[in-house]
């Protein structure tokens, strides 16, 4: 993570992110319409690149610093028990069934567009239809605690009681942040919590939320690449991600397509 430092973004700096966000939006779209059975993931990042850079960003993942390894890839894609920041790989091929989170942050005139979707590969199981679809209702109502003068624990409340009355858990070690220029700065936005705690909610504040939520226990297990987060059960992991910026009136979503 970057500063404990919060910075409020000016309007002229949100409608740079509004435009990165946008081409994030677009870009996952058109990723969407490559998710079937017998593609591979490096498949998927290799268009992710040509399309990025054809619309005159960078990709924010390729090269980003790591305790082991820089980031090899484009884009971030988690099938199954991934959790998060899955590598794309030529090995890795999508099979009906699957699942997979695909993680996009295009840097547009420096300014970072971040937002991730799960999607289905072919028929999914009814576990894991319900997982994903309890995912995106949770970021629903995580974006819809957000309010100016609320607090950072509004959001992950509003998460964690939606997931785990649904039967299940919030991912703990990873969790939302500030974003602008800087991919990662504060605040950190975690998808757990109480109501009423955590830092207060400012206008002009921007910051990702991004819950990951497991079909079991919460607890993750990093790989040797020092990426790769899997689930400790091998069991099914589901994440959604959107932008949002606090507005006087109340929150802005960043990352939609139009």
């Not at 699957?98 to 996009?104: A, L, P, T």
């Not at 703990?172 to 700065?185: K, M």
Request: charged fraction near 25%; glycine fraction near 10%; hydrophobic fraction near 35%.
């Amino acid at each position: 993570m970057g500063s404990e430092t919060i910075t409020l973004l000016s309007k002229r700096e949100i409608e740079k992110m509004r435009r990165a966000g946008r081409l994030a939006a677009q870009l996952l779209d058109h990723l969407a319409t490559m998710v079937k059975p017998g593609i591979s993931t490096q498949e998927l990042n290799d268009e992710a690149e040509r399309w990025t850079q054809a619309h005159g960003a960078k990709s924010a993942p390729l090269g980003y610093p790591g305790v082991k390894i820089n980031f090899p890839k484009s884009i971030c894609t988690s099938v199954n028990e991934v959790i998060c920041h899955g590598i794309p790989s030529p090995k890795q091929i999508l099979k009906e069934g699957d699942i997979i989170n695909i993680d996009v942050t295009p840097i547009l005139d420096g300014y970072h567009g971040d937002t991730s979707r799960t999607f289905f590969v072919g028929t999914p199981s009814p576990i894991a239809k319900k997982l994903v679809e309890v995912t995106e209702e949770c970021l629903r109502r995580g974006i819809a605690a957000v309010k100016p003068d609320g607090r950072i624990g509004d959001i992950g409340a509003a998460i964690q009681e939606y997931a785990e009355a649904n039967g299940f858990s919030v991912v703990r070690d990873f969790v939302g942040h500030g974003v602008s220029t800087v991919f990662h700065t504060a605040p950190q936005i975690p998808h757990y919590g109480t109501r009423g705690k955590g830092k207060r909610l400012r206008p002009g504040m921007v910051f990702t939320i991004e819950p990951m939520i497991n079909e079991g226990t919460w607890e993750a297990v990093v790989l040797d690449d020092g990426w790769t987060a899997v689930t400790k059960d091998g069991k099914l992991s589901a994440q959604f991600e959107h932008t949002i910026a606090i507005t006087e009136n109340g929150v802005e979503i960043l990352t939609l397509p139009d």
